[in-house]
């Protein structure tokens, strides 16, 4: 009898490959269950690519102290396992399971269409936030684009941030083998000259917003931002491809956001995710103003669990500061959030509440149609 005398790869112990994700130029990632059966969840195993490649290497172990760092508060792949702890030994290959985010990046939803400026302004404002938690756990992602964007669920509506590779961990700010000099970083999505050059520390919270404004102008338009000025000295929405898309918006507020996004200069950009959000917000009064259709407006929310559905709807008081909820609970179904007026309550509390509730439903019901009323 041959005894086979291969050794095995570290995540091989624990983990078996179903199939592969694909992944970009520093690791593979497959999806993967656990070989002890202990339960049924499907995860996402990353290995480094160039293993021999020490700031590659580097780079992962950034990443996992990220997520471990970020798990509990931001909107980010739960971390599971991993052993990039040795990243200084060279004998090791690197790997790291996480939480398998089931949906389409925002570049697929993209690809089937762009957003409208409404959707697209309220998913920037949810991204807003997660980089909000992000930087007050001291972590900057420094890559943001769509594929690094998962949707979960069938709308943009539940965003969640992956691929923290080339993030900056204050933790590790002093730990002179986490902190290369010189190395470049960001993306081709949106290029950023504070992040090509060598002697910028590479820090800044206005890159970060820019990228995500970079998004807002990519969900609107489908088009790659690319370089902040082309030759001709325009900047992303002043160029041929996308101009007529704004002209037919018609909004002087959005490019207005643009203009201020997109400066060449970093410190002429918006200086705060508050500053900018602001700005977002203002925007999306244009497009969805909250008394639009002179009803007291809302929010509907289906919450997605393995065990559960809830929903909650919300509606606006007298004043601006007073809000009721009502919330009842459902079996497993797509998640999913959209903005609504009583008008349209009728119809979403058919299709989506009084369906196959179970019996908590019923003692709402009634207090349901009296928030946002109209009948059964």
Not at 83 to 91: G, P
Not at 122 to 142: A, F, P, S
Not at 199 to 227: A, H, M
Not at 343 to 349: C, K, N, R, T, V
Request: net charge negative; with cysteine.
């Amino acid at each position: 009898m041959v005894t086979s005398t291969k050794v095995k790869k570290p995540w091989e112990i624990n983990w078996q490959i179903i199939r592969e994700l694909g992944g970009g130029g520093h690791g593979a990632t497959f999806v993967v269950k656990r070989r002890d059966g202990s339960d049924d969840n499907e995860y996402v195993l990353k290995v480094l690519r160039r293993q021999q490649d020490y700031e590659r290497r580097q780079r992962m172990h950034r990443e996992v102290n990220a997520l471990r760092r970020l798990e509990r508060t931001a909107a980010v792949p739960k971390f599971i396992e991993s052993n990039t702890d040795q990243f200084a030994d060279l004998d090791v290959p690197l790997y790291f399971v996480a939480e398998y985010v089931k949906g389409q990046t925002l570049e697929e939803r993209v690809n089937l269409s762009p957003l409208k400026p409404a959707e697209a302004l309220r998913l920037n404002i949810q991204l807003c936030d997660i980089l909000v938690k992000c930087h007050k756990n001291g972590v900057l992602h420094r890559d943001i684009k769509p594929d690094n964007v998962v949707l979960r669920g069938v709308n943009a509506v539940d965003p969640i941030l992956i691929d923290f590779g080339q993030s900056f961990n204050k933790k590790d700010a002093d730990d002179p083998r986490l902190t290369p000099a010189g190395q470049q970083l960001g993306n081709r999505f949106l290029h950023l000259p504070e992040l090509q050059a060598a002697d910028s520390p590479k820090r800044n919270i206005e890159s970060e917003i820019s990228q995500v404004c970079g998004l807002l102008f990519y969900t609107i338009t489908g088009y790659t931002p690319g370089p902040l000025t082309d030759h001709e000295d325009l900047k992303p929405h002043q160029r041929a491809a996308a101009k007529q898309i704004f002209v037919d918006i018609g909004s002087t507020s959005l490019t207005g956001l643009f203009d201020k996004g997109f400066e060449r200069v970093f410190t002429k950009r918006f200086r705060s995710f508050e500053a900018f959000k602001g700005r977002v917000h203002e925007v999306l009064d244009e497009f969805s103003p909250p008394n639009a259709f002179d009803e007291h407006a809302g929010t509907a929310l289906l919450e997605e669990t393995p065990t559960q559905t809830k929903a909650t709807i919300v509606s606006v008081g007298d004043t601006a500061n007073t809000q009721n909820k009502r919330t009842a609970v459902q079996q497993p179904e797509t998640a999913y959030r959209q903005p609504f007026t009583a008008e349209q309550a009728d119809a979403l509390m058919l299709a989506s509440l009084l369906g196959a509730w179970n019996e908590k439903i019923e003692g709402d019901r009634e207090a349901i149609k009296e928030l946002v009323g109209g009948d059964d």
